[in-house]
């Protein structure tokens, strides 16, 4: 096995810290400890560090300081552009089948609490979205519609500044206000995020995917977009997030920001070449061609870092363990939801299968090598060979 004592392929769930972060992260906690609403003389030292994070972040997404919000993640970043902005009578949201638990679990308790109407557009077998069927789903009291930028189990990229076409498109004919967001959590490290060129009114991101701190998040918000908090209390975050800013980790997630930008064109070429070679192997080796591995999500419109996998017949998390047991971390579907057992719904939505079809997501990073990938690949020969006497 190479280097170290594990192989770490779960990027998409978690991405290690980067040390230039921590070292930011370390010097703010130590020094800039006074609560940033202070007007005392160490307050203005941190609400400076606050607003320069504020102001890097703007820069790097072209947007106004004023439209970025710092939350605790992008689960709250989706609740907030979501629930915020459900406040009129009967209104309706247009989304995908495929979008992640903190959307789709956002529209199931818009649904419930607030009997609103919600549009789940199916994806297409490539796990893409057509943006002429996010048109077609619009109804007169549309107010939101809300496609994520990159899947995080099969790394689709939506096509964003399409949809976000359309929607102005019927917006100027029909003269009306409905708003695009997007869930740009797995695309930060990879995809464009210049907001006004994806053309999106809210996106969302978080900090831990971009080798950042966990528990960090952004919402930008167009400036002419009115929410209403989810948290209230002392009006922080232009009264939208309340609560005592997480400076330390705001100014991490400000670094880690500027350092995945600088990256992104050269590790994205150096990914997909990987990524390539791990899809060559796995169509290739007579092994895993014989088990019938079937490559999920389209194989261009597809994030760098990513490779995910059905194997016929065996199921995910016996892969995840058999892996895991021999130093291969992966996932066998999002983390945020693989405490239910269930099978992959993103999966499903593409496959609609109703045999056992095991799913396993591999996602690649800053440290992963080519010798990691032919270590995973001989490791999955060896595991298949060993389970398929089982399920034969
Ligand atoms: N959206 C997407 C696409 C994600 O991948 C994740 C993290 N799995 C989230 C939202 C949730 O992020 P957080 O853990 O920061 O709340």
């Not at 609403?37 to 300081?65: Q, Y």
């Not at 390539?276 to 079937?294: A, R, T, W």
């Not at 990691?372 to 399920?391: E, H, M, N, P, V």
């Amino acid at each position: 096995m190479p280097k170290s004592n594990f192989i770490y392929m779960d990027y998409a769930s978690g991405a290690p810290i980067d040390p230039r972060v921590l070292m930011v992260m370390d010097k703010v906690s130590k020094s800039e400890f006074a609560n940033p609403s202070a007007i005392h003389e160490l307050g203005v030292k941190a609400k400076t560090i606050l607003e320069k994070a504020r102001i890097d972040i703007a820069k790097i997404l072209s947007a106004h300081p004023n439209e970025v919000i710092f939350t605790s993640g992008a689960t709250e970043s989706n609740n907030l552009a979501l629930i915020g902005l459900i406040d009129t009578s009967t209104p309706h949201i247009v989304t995908t089948n495929i979008e992640h638990a903190s959307v789709l679990g956002v529209c199931k308790y818009l649904e419930k609490m607030k009997k609103i109407q919600i549009t789940y557009v199916t994806v297409e077998k490539n796990g893409l979205v057509d943006p002429k069927k996010i048109k077609k789903a619009i109804k007169n009291n549309t107010v939101l519609v809300s496609v994520m930028y990159a899947n995080n189990e099969i790394g689709t990229i939506q096509p964003i500044r399409e949809i976000a076409k359309e929607v102005r498109y019927y917006n100027k004919v029909n003269k009306k206000k409905i708003l695009f967001h997007t869930d740009a959590t797995q695309a930060l490290n990879y995809l464009p995020i210049n907001v006004e060129k994806l053309g999106v009114d809210l996106m969302s991101f978080n900090s831990a995917k971009i080798y950042g701190p966990k528990g960090a998040g952004v919402l930008f918000k167009k400036r002419n977009v009115i929410l209403s908090p989810l948290i209230h209390g002392g009006g922080q975050e232009h009264n939208i997030r309340s609560g005592t800013e997480n400076l330390p980790a705001i100014a991490g997630l400000a670094e880690a920001l500027k350092i995945t930008e600088s990256l992104k064109e050269k590790e994205s070429k150096r990914l997909i070449k990987l990524r390539d070679y791990f899809i060559s192997k796995l169509e290739h080796s007579h092994i895993l061609k014989n088990v019938g591995i079937l490559i999920n999500g389209d194989r261009k419109e597809r994030l760098p870092n990513n490779i995910n996998i059905s194997v016929p017949k065996i199921p995910s998390e016996l892969l995840v363990l058999e892996l895991s047991a021999r130093g291969i971390m992966v996932s066998a579907k999002s983390a945020c939801e693989s405490a239910d057992g269930d099978e992959s719904y993103v999966i499903r939505a593409i496959r609609k299968t109703s045999s056992i079809e095991g799913s396993v997501r591999f996602s690649l990073g800053r440290a992963t090598t080519k010798a990691d990938i032919d270590f995973t690949i001989k490791s999955l020969s060896a595991i298949l060979t060993k389970l398929k006497r089982w399920y034969n």
